[in-house]
Structures are given as C-alpha cells and as structure tokens.
C-alpha cells in the first residue's frame, strides 16, 4: 500500500526545528546515521513531512530521493499526522473476510478522510494494518491501543462516539 502524503498545512514549530537541528549537527557526519535523524525527526514532528525531509536533506547532504525512499520503504515512518486519535483496522485475512473493509469504508465515510489521512482538526487519523493477531475476534480495529472485535459497520458510530466523533 502506497504511503499518502498529508494535504495538512505544516504546523512545525521554533522549538521543533531546533531540536532537529541539534540532532541532525549531532549525526550528521556519518550518512548511516540517517535512519536515526529521521527516527528522531519523527519523534519530534509525529510524523516526516517533506518539510522535514527538506532540513534532514540540507543538514545531511543527503538527497531528498534517498531520505524519501527510506521513508517510503520502511513502516515505521509516517508521511502523514496522526491524529489524538490512530484508528487502525485490520484488513489482514481473517479480518477482511469477515467484512473489515465495510468497518474501514464506514469510518472513512464518517470521519471524512481516506487510509493515512488525518482529519483537519487533528482528532482521528485512518490506517490499515495487515495482522493484529487477535484473528479469532475479527474483523478488528484499534483506537490507539485499545482493541474492538467481532465488529460490524453499525458498531462503528458507537466507537466513535466515545472519543468525541
């Protein structure tokens, strides 16, 4: 699945950028540190937009391509905000034959945005994941850190609910 760019105005701060600085000054004379800039510049922003990518690439003479690539490659690094709120469902197998994709196209109707988005006010942000492991309860979602199971879509305004959707 092809990681989406955020369509959200960037928000970094002063604080951010000089936190990043003093990572990126930290590392910057050794390109296989670049993994770590980038792990730090996602702790510190949430998230990697090109922004971000811009600064690493400056500061690392590293090309923007290759930072990208990375980011692109790797699962762990986000393009795209996550919201207060990560709804992630669960579209492994198990789950999608048991209808997770309507539980997935329901919240994106709801919420209003599509897989890797994050809604404007920065309340929900949507993924899809491939496994949680708690196929016997599928299909599955998680609201951060907390798991529902045997779901169908009427369940999902009710979930919503509860974290002020």
């Known amino acids: 699945m092809k990681k989406k760019i955020s369509k959200l105005p960037f928000k970094g701060t002063a604080e951010q950028e000089a936190q990043l600085k003093k990572v990126i000054d930290e590392f910057k004379d050794d390109e ?3 993994m770590v800039v980038m792990q730090k510049a ?6 990697l937009p090109f922004e971000v990518q811009e600064m690493i690439s400056e500061g690392m003479g590293v090309s923007l391509e290759k930072i990208y690539g990375v980011a692109t490659f790797y699962a762990q690094f986000s393009l795209a905000p996550k919201g207060e709120y990560n709804v992630s469902v669960c579209l492994g197998t198990a789950c999608y034959v048991k209808g997770a994709q309507a539980i997935f196209d329901g919240l994106s109707e709801k919420l209003g945005i599509g897989v890797d988005e994050c ?8 993924t899809a994941c ?3 492991g708690a196929c016997g309860l599928g299909p599955v979602l998680t609201v951060n850190d907390e798991v529902y199971g045997k779901l169908t879509p009427d369940d999902v305004p009710k979930i919503l609910a509860k974290y002020g959707a």
């Open 42 to 47: 996602q702790d510190i922003y949430g998230y």
């Open 119 to 126: 809604t404007p006010d920065g309340k929900f942000s949507l």
């Open 130 to 132: 491939r496994c949680i």
């Open 32 to 34: 296989s540190n670049l």
